[in-house]
């Protein structure tokens, strides 16, 4: 096989939070990553020559080194000391720097593709070591599963089994918002080594998450699972990007979806609905009255 095509499927985390800060500077995590259907697609080729060439239908997407899927190519033929030429092309329907995870899904998708394409030369340990190193996010897009929990960074991931679907109207207010400045403006502790000293075992650091989870697993009721939703960094994003507020006031008063959350950290917002006819509704009412915003009805890619 010279040539693979593979689907980069977005996410939306329905919980995160932030239990402190490691010596490295990275945050230790606690959130709940659900995959959506929203997708960019990814073409790997074998071509001539040793080189790694990336190509993307999306003006703002670097195509240097700076590029997570650069870098995952990269590691990849390091590692598995894979050596044919590659050109990658991207086709970009996620919105960028909008806490949706494209960069990362891409990232991952692209550690997948040469996998297919080496014969898989490399076990699945090592994939999951480039992945961590790259990013959190990545590591749990490799895995490819629809609901999983992430802690240490974000990027020791657990996969669950649940059958859970839900329907969301995710609304990008058209401007990106870099991971980096969020993280950067939190003010949390430095934890010191060993547990947590913020807080000591899961069921302590993050109740609301197993009561998420109970919701999602046992009731599947959308009204229920509203009241658990939560994201840390929402407080610090909306106060770096006062924005974000008209955001979720619109989505509310003029969608009538109540309880919006910033995914991630940001820029996009996203509103759990009750169903896939209250979702398209909400996006008609959203994309009159405000035509600016990129307005997308997803739901969870099982």
């Known amino acids: 096989m010279t040539r693979v095509v593979l689907p980069a499927y977005a996410k939306v985390n329905l919980f995160l939070d932030v239990l402190g800060k490691f010596p490295d500077g990275y945050h230790e995590l606690v959130t709940l990553f659900e995959r959506v259907d929203l997708a960019d697609e990814l073409t790997l080729e074998i071509i001539p020559g040793g080189g790694i060439e990336l190509v993307c239908d999306h003006p703002g997407v670097p195509l240097d080194d700076s590029n997570l899927v650069v870098q995952a190519a990269r590691s990849y033929r390091e590692v598995s000391g894979w050596s044919d030429g590659l050109k990658i092309t991207l086709k970009k329907r996620i919105p960028i720097a909008a806490g949706l995870g494209g960069g990362s899904s891409d990232a991952a998708t692209t550690l997948r593709g040469l996998q297919i394409l080496s014969g898989g030369s490399l076990p699945h340990g090592r994939l999951v070591d480039i992945a961590r190193k790259l990013g ?151 994309r009159r009255a405000a035509p600016d915003w990129q307005v997308f009805v997803v739901s969870t890619r099982c």
């Open 136 to 286: 959190a996010d990545v590591a749990f897009f490799l895995s490819q599963v629809p609901w999983a929990l992430g802690t240490d960074r974000g990027d020791r991931i657990q996969p669950l089994l649940m059958q859970a679907r839900l329907w969301h109207l995710l609304v990008y207010p058209e401007f990106p918002i870099p991971t980096r400045n969020v993280y950067q403006a939190l003010n949390v502790p430095v934890r010191q080594a060993g547990p947590s000293t913020t807080r000591a075992g899961l069921t302590d650091q993050s109740p609301h998450v197993k009561l998420l989870l109970d919701a999602l697993r046992n009731d599947q009721q959308v009204l229920k699972i509203r009241d658990f939703l939560f994201n840390a960094l929402e407080p610090t994003v909306e106060a770096l990007y006062p924005a974000l507020r008209n955001v979720k006031d619109t989505i509310q008063l003029k969608a009538g979806i109540p309880r919006p959350l910033v995914s991630g950290s940001g820029s996009t917002v996203m509103a759990l609905c009750i169903s896939r006819e209250e979702s398209e509704r909400a996006a008609v009412l959203l």
